[in-house]
């Protein structure tokens, strides 16, 4: 069965360091894609990073990094130097096949203290 | 002008309504999808279409249902509301797949 399972209901981090949110997936195709969104209060979600299963080098977009290992079949989302304004709802997603259809895990909520 | 558009953004209506939710992007992509999300759920797919005329049934199509008559629409109708489908409802939108982009979202309460 396809599955994204997001661990970490909540996570507190200190402003100015890197953080790491856990995402693993489950999947039996061999060409899908990994996603990750920001929700903040506000509601809407925005797009971070992409991850595509033949991709070599793990994505990076500015302070997001993706630290794929497809064998353990995971994709965390690393936020560097995190600032207030990243405290939000993390989203991982999956998109299996190709199709465009996402499963998303539950989410991780992520706090930065100041 | 925002790329992707919701309307309307907050929807009250009662049991066994007839709703319809829009959305409305600009960039003329072919892929368009509908999701909702409920506290301890994530998102999950309702309804999606890969262009004009096509439309596919999602993980939680029951109730709901979508049309294509062009490409930058794909409204979402609720042919008879419950209770159940009190939720927050996202449009998306992309062409490749390395990229989905979302509505603002519609807050719609079902009494």
Redesign the interface.
């Known amino acids: 069965a396809q599955k994204?399972t997001q661990t970490q209901p909540g996570m507190f981090v200190q402003e100015k360091e890197a953080v790491t949110l856990d995402c693993t997936y489950d999947t039996s195709d061999q060409s899908y894609?990994l996603?990750w969104?920001k929700q903040p209060s506000s509601?809407?979600?925005?797009?971070l990073i992409?991850q595509?299963s033949y991709d070599e080098q793990n994505a990076t977009e500015g302070r997001y990094s993706l630290n794929f290992q497809k064998a353990r079949k995971s994709a965390n989302l690393v936020i560097s130097a995190s600032q207030l304004g990243d405290s939000a709802m993390y989203?991982c997603?999956m998109?299996s096949s190709?199709?465009?259809?996402?499963?998303?895990?539950?989410?991780t909520t992520l706090q930065v203290k100041p | 002008d925002a790329e992707i558009t919701q309307s309307p953004r907050h929807k009250i209506t009662e049991t066994g309504r007839q709703v319809t939710l829009a959305c409305h992007q600009i960039w003329n992509h072919n892929n368009m999808f509908w999701y909702r999300q409920d506290l301890g759920h994530g998102l999950r797919l309702i309804h999606y279409s890969y262009g004009v005329h096509d439309t596919n049934k999602g993980e939680v199509s029951d109730g709901y249902s979508v049309s294509r008559s062009n490409t930058e629409d794909l409204p979402l109708t609720l042919e008879s509301a419950a209770s159940s489908q009190t939720s927050v409802y996202f449009c998306a939108s992309g062409t490749q797949w390395n990229e989905q982009f979302f509505g603002p979202g519609t807050r719609l309460t079902v009494l």
């Open positions: 994204i894609g996603f969104y509601g809407e979600m925005i797009f992409y595509g989203f997603a998109d190709n199709t465009g259809k996402l499963i998303f895990g539950q989410g």
